[in-house]
């Protein structure tokens, strides 16, 4: 259901966060990360730092330091059966992400807290400078926030590789803001309870968090903070499709490394009215922060990409009979020999399968297979 417009006063409350010239977005960004670096700097080298480090969670944890935890929703000391389910659940945690996630699975597996605060509290996600694979975004803050915004940022770690294959620039586009990507937020939500999981799970975009979060996320559930999934969100939408495009564009034309690539900011002009406009259709349908399972627009758009593969799929496996017809009836001596290898090596593959599974339907794909071969 979609909700009720922004009044204007709400509106012009919100827009007070997009105030600031487009240096003034980068240095408020850099700043707000330069603070929070300085911040968990302090921490870890305090004589009495209460983080738990790699070491501690490895076993080294000296139990006189009294360390509280929130594991199975109480709040207990720290002790050996603790460290050991904190070693599990980040074992679950590694094994679940392989180097970068994709914004539908940052979406699909967040907490519906954070969706339901996404969809009713933030209502921008503006993109405001990008270099290299590196997209930066402003959005607003919650109404109870002691801040106007903060600053996501993100990374699309398949830039290149896409980039540099012979595809149209518009699929290239879709495929990198759909692929793996990293990011950041300087929100507390994200330092507290994500970063950790953005860390070891090899999808942060900012500096690394080595300490558990043993207090507000020890299970080491949920993946990102409302203004990701905003941000998530926004991914998919023409404003930030165009500067993605941009970013495609500006590393096919050339030859410097990413980091050497020239940064690109939008005007003062150009976020304040990306800001208008989001805000003046926050309540349209199409732009709620939802799941991709809930989202209608998601599901057309999937059901169609799955049709045109099934229908793609059939055209090719038609065309492979085609070719093995013509081949085991008019083929050349070493045509016909590749195609008896070929189907030889799926009759093995086969009967392999069937060992495992009992599939009675794969005997009758390994009998089709072995009539061709007879026929060789």
């Not at 990413?258 to 208008?276: F, G, H, I, M, T």
């Not at 989202?295 to 038609?318: C, G, H």
């Not at 599939?359 to 297979?369: H, P």
């Amino acid at each position: 259901m979609a909700l009720n417009p922004l009044t204007q006063a709400e509106q012009e409350a919100i827009l007070k966060a997009f105030g600031g010239g487009k240096t003034g977005f980068k240095q408020g960004a850099n700043r707000s990360f330069e603070t929070d670096r300085l911040s968990r700097e302090k921490a870890g080298n305090s004589p009495t730092s209460v983080i738990l480090s790699v070491e501690d969670v490895k076993g080294q944890y000296d139990a006189s330091r009294a360390l509280m935890t929130t594991l199975g929703g109480m709040t207990r000391k720290i002790d050996a059966p603790e460290l050991e389910a904190f070693r599990r659940n980040i074992e679950t945690v590694r094994k679940a992400y392989k180097s970068g996630i994709k914004a539908d699975q940052v979406l699909n597996l967040s907490l519906d807290d954070d969706l339901i605060r996404a969809r009713k509290e933030i209502h921008t996600g503006i993109p405001t400078r990008f270099q290299g694979n590196t997209l930066h975004f402003m959005t607003n803050a919650g109404p109870d926030s002691d801040v106007k915004q903060h600053y996501v940022t993100i990374k699309f770690l398949d830039l290149i590789a896409i980039a540099t294959t012979p595809i149209p620039l518009l699929t290239a586009t879709k495929q990198v803001a759909q692929g793996y990507l990293a990011f950041d937020c300087d929100c507390r939500r994200h330092r507290y309870w994500y970063r950790y999981i953005s860390t070891i799970g090899g999808f942060n975009a900012g500096r690394a968090e080595t300490g558990f979060p043993k207090i507000r996320n020890p299970h080491l559930s949920g993946v990102a903070c409302k203004h990701v999934l905003r941000v998530m969100t926004a991914l998919s939408q023409a404003l930030a499709i165009s500067k993605i495009k941009e970013m495609v564009k500006i590393v096919r034309q050339s030859v410097q490394p990413l980091e050497n690539l020239p940064e690109q900011q939008l005007s003062a002009k150009e976020v304040k009215d990306a800001a208008k406009q989001q805000l003046a259709r926050a309540h349209h349908e199409r732009n709620q922060v939802r799941r991709a399972i809930d989202d209608p627009v998601k599901q057309r758009r999937a059901k169609k990409e799955a049709e045109r593969l099934a229908k793609a799929t059939q055209a090719n496996i038609q065309r492979q009979r085609e070719e093995r017809k013509r081949i085991i009836t008019s083929g050349s001596p070493i045509e016909r020999l590749n195609l008896r290898l070929d189907l030889e090596n799926r009759v093995k593959n086969l009967q392999r399968e069937y060992s495992i599974s009992a599939n009675d339907s794969l005997l009758d794909a390994i009998e089709n297979l072995q009539n061709d071969i007879s026929r060789l």
